[in-house]
């Protein structure tokens, strides 16, 4: 868990390595399940913020009453079956500041690449995050519940349906045979 500014100090003891959002093509939906991680993420670390209770704030703002309670219930899903599949901890950036907000880190880098297929029902993709995600341990359960919350995203972010993954027909991305 890590904040690289907080009061004008740093207010976690670990430093994750960490990557800027804007290298990666992320969707509004995406990126929303990211920022809902972070709270799940930092209630568990630190049940005393009440991060939890944030996200289902920011599912309301952002989705309405009806389909923020979807995503933040699928996202949910998502944090659990991670929790419960991964061997090691999960590590994280805490949302405090913009300027944490606009980094990644690995380990929600293979997690936010994780639900982006399953968004895009890109199914070797999703198998593959979730491996990543989990460290190559215990996947289904990750795997049914990010399809579960591909579907809602499909649902409740209608006009992201254009980003599609589109498999070339002879399987290699950009082949001209």
């Known amino acids: 868990m890590t904040c690289l500014n907080l009061n ?3 207010s976690w003891p670990q430093k994750t390595p960490s990557f800027p959002l ?3 093509n992320f969707q509004p939906s995406e990126l ?20 939890w209770d944030k ?9 309405g009453p009806y389909d923020g309670a979807w995503v933040v219930s699928a996202v949910g899903g998502l944090i659990r079956a991670i929790r419960n599949g991964r061997r090691r901890s999960f590590e994280f950036i805490v949302s405090c500041c913009p300027s944490c907000r606009q980094q990644i880190c690995t380990t929600e880098l293979n997690a936010l690449w994780l639900v982006q297929a399953a ?7 999703m198998e ?4 990543l995600t989990l460290d190559g341990h215990n996947t289904k359960d990750l795997v049914l519940s990010a399809q579960h919350l591909g579907s809602v995203l499909r649902e ?5 349906r254009h980003h599609r993954y589109k ?3 002879t399987g290699y991305p950009g082949s001209t045979h």
């Open 156 to 160: 409740a972010f209608p006009e992201e």
């Open 8 to 10: 004008g100090q740093q």
């Open 32 to 51: 929303l399940v990211l920022e809902m991680l972070r709270l799940y993420c930092q209630n568990y670390a630190d049940p005393s913020s009440h991060a």
């Open 167 to 169: 498999p070339s027909l």
């Open 55 to 63: 996200v289902f704030v920011l599912g309301e703002e952002e989705l």
């Open 22 to 24: 804007q290298n990666y």
């Open 128 to 131: 593959t995050a979730a491996v």
């Open 119 to 125: 968004r895009t029902e890109n199914i070797v993709a």
